[in-house]
């Protein structure tokens, strides 16, 4: 499974970022997908996640209520829209999936990552 994630960029506190994490190769229909970040001089944070089949979803407490994660089957692509963003959100976010079914925040799970996408949040 090749993952290829997009949509970061600068925005000023309080705004929306769309990221997009586009699969490609084996399928991922009974796969797991999740988000990660990692700010500068800090460890890599687990962000949300979605089972493929289920569409169940799991999300870190500091993005509740602002981040959603969603999937398009038909694009074979994750989402993950930001909302009311904070600049303690600045970080490099990587998307990742993992070879069996759930939602899950344990990035050992994970077998395939993409390159990151940088999110930088002004105030």
């Known amino acids: 499974v090749q993952l290829q994630a997009s949509g970061g960029g600068l925005v000023q506190a309080g705004g929306s970022l769309r990221l997009s994490c586009a699969a490609s190769g084996r399928t991922i229909s009974t796969y797991g997908v999740g988000w990660f970040r990692q700010a500068p001089g800090k460890g890599r944070e687990f962000v949300a996640a979605i089972d493929w089949s289920y569409s169940s979803t799991y999300y870190a407490d500091p993005v509740k209520g602002r981040f959603t994660i969603s999937k398009d089957s038909a694009k074979i692509t994750v989402y993950l829209q930001m909302n009311s963003l904070k600049p303690e959100d600045t970080a490099v976010y990587s998307c990742?999936?993992?070879?069996?079914?759930?939602?899950?925040?344990?990035?050992?799970?994970?077998?395939?990552w993409g390159q990151g996408t940088q999110v930088t949040v002004s105030s």
């Open positions: 990742a999936a993992k070879t069996f079914r759930g939602a899950s925040d344990y990035a050992g799970y994970y077998n395939y």
